[in-house]
């Protein structure tokens, strides 16, 4: 165990940073692409409701749907370069897509999975994804353009953006392979910072707690990292790993525990710094707290697997089942097992739910799935509706938030991005 511990507490960050001054950022949809062997156009050198919830999926392993934006591509492969480079200029826009969202019709290839999304104030943001996706926004979210921070990148590595967080004008990135941005300008440049080649697992989410050099950084195999000097030194919060903490007490009695060499699919902040990481296998979840050494795990009766949980915005926890069901704890505090859950009534006629969002008062949830699901409720989720109007968005939809009241996204595979219009309300 000694050694696990070592890993976990002694391998975060190399000395060495590399500085990066931001490109141009109104940059259009076009410029700087280039062709690649397969024949597909690819842009180069591109790289808060109560929780913050991430996944750590596969890269790249949804099927694109073929739309649009294929064949606008396909059109542009059969123009010459003079041609492109007479395009008009500028970012990409929404259209309406049903009385609470419109869809963003934004510059990227398909195949490109959004992952997460932070704004720096109510209208400058950014946008991650995989294939290394930046974009940027000033106006709220209507419109996006590419953000370039290629000096701070490694060439020959296909990056994969997974948590961006804000606290004032500092801001942090992390990413796969193992990568970490930060800014203090409002992400007008970005500096990276050297991780340890030691670090156990990939760093899937990253929170900005102050806007003084303050932030959390958690891996997929559940170390938890903070620092306070702006990335110039961490501390480890757990003594190890969560497969270390399991093989360890596989007495406990948690069912899939023994020899477990998995990670988290999902991992969940609430305000108070405590976390949800649900196992990969989505049989049991492991929770922790400020000031504990270890995850604690937590077992499952039910057969029925879990396909994401989170925070609601009164402290209580969400859970999302394959197939289909939704579960709300029964108490504020951290649930111990099955029997602190209730299950909700959705009509999700069998379509996976993916994620769970709310608005920052708490007086509206959406629910986000696949095949374009989406439902809401206006009454903290004891009844539920469905927006048909999303119906006809060929892609999963894996992530729903809200940065206020009145401005939320949902971020989905094949570069599908839908901006919360508020007329239905």
Known sequence: MAALTTAVSACVVSPVSVGARAGSSR??????????????????????????????????????????????????????????????????KADELSKFWDIVDLPLEPGVILLDIAFVDETHGFLLGTRQTILETFDGGKTWDFKSVSNALDEDVNYR?????????????????????????????????????????????????KDNGTAEMVTDEGAIYLTTDAARNWKAAVEETISATLNRTVSSG?????????TFSTISRNDDGEYIGLSSRGNFYMTWAPGQAYWQPHNRSSARRVQSM??????????????????????N???????????????????????????????EFWIVGGSGS??????????????????GVAANLYTVKFNTNSNGFILGNDGVLLKYNGRGV
């Open 310 to 331: 989170g925070w609601r915005p009164d402290g209580g926890v969400w859970e999302l089942t394959r197939g289909g069901g939704i579960y709300f704890s029964t108490t």
């Open 254 to 262: 948690i069912t899939g525990a023994s020899y477990y060499t998995g």
């Open 161 to 209: 953006f997974n948590s961006v967080s804000f606290k004032g004008q500092e801001g942090w990135i992390v990413g796969k392979p193992a990568i970490l941005l930060h800014t203090t300008d409002g992400g007008a440049s970005w500096e990276r910072v050297g991780l340890s080649p030691r670090l156990p697992g990939a760093p899937v989410l990253i929170t900005a707690t």
């Open 333 to 363: 505090d951290l649930p111990d097992n099955d029997d602190d859950f209730a299950e909700g009534k959705i009509g999700s006629r069998g379509f996976g739910l993916l994620d769970l969002g709310a608005k920052p008062d708490g007086g």
């Open 27 to 92: 940059r259009a949809a076009f410029v700087g692409a280039r062709v690649v062997s397969n024949g597909s156009v690819r842009a180069g050198s591109r790289p808060t409701a109560s929780s913050l919830v991430v996944r750590a999926a596969k890269d790249d392993e949804r099927p694109a749907g073929f739309g649009r934006r294929d064949i606008a591509k396909g059109a542009l492969m059969a123009l010459s370069a003079p041609l492109i480079s007479q395009m008009p200029v500028g970012p990409a």
């Open 374 to 391: 989406v439902f809401y409720s206006k009454d903290q989720g004891r009844s539920w509706k469905r927006d048909r109007g999303a119906d």
